[in-house]
Nanobody, 140 residues
Framework: QVQLVQSGGGSVQAGGSMRLSCIIS?????????VGWFRQTPGKERDIIAT????????DYADSVKGRFTVSREDLKRTTFLQMDDLQPDDTAMYYC????????????????????????????????WGQGTQVSVAT
């Protein structure tokens, strides 16, 4: 059974930093997989903001977080991290890590944001295994 357990989150002042963690268990260790970080605010859709393909280590970022957020991983600990720097009030949201069910499509060894967004649009939340979510609040 695939499980994702998140940690981190909380409150921070604008300009501050925070790191989220996501431990994934139950995936075949011999198969490369994709991990996405999403965020959602009340009344809005869940948006993909960053992706990672473990086969290459390549990442992709939404324009809103590019240059401020960084995805990384520690394979031995089966953990993916989202390092968030220069946080702004607009970053306030519930953050989720997820991995797509049944594998993922990549281009140039990268799980493109558009692929993740398309999976979410086509299959909804049922297309992914999700972490439990963690709240990030950024104060002015």
């Amino acid at each position: 059974q695939v499980q994702l357990v998140q940690s981190g989150g909380g409150s921070v002042q604008a300009g501050g930093s925070m790191r989220l963690s996501c431990i994934i268990s139950g995936l075949n260790p011999g198969v490369k997989h994709c991990v996405g970080w999403f965020r959602q605010t009340p009344g809005k859709e869940r948006d993909i903001i960053a992706t990672l393909f473990t086969g290459s280590g390549n990442t992709d970022y939404a324009d809103s977080v590019k240059g401020r957020f960084t995805v990384s991983r520690e394979d031995l600990k089966r953990t993916t991290f989202l390092q968030m720097d220069d946080l702004q009030p607009d970053d306030t949201a519930m953050y989720y890590c997820a991995t797509p069910k049944g594998g993922c499509n990549v281009a140039d060894e990268t799980w493109r944001l558009a692929f993740a967004a398309d999976r979410l649009r086509r299959n909804g939340n049922w297309g992914f295994y999700w972490g439990q979510g963690t709240q990030v609040s950024v104060a002015t």
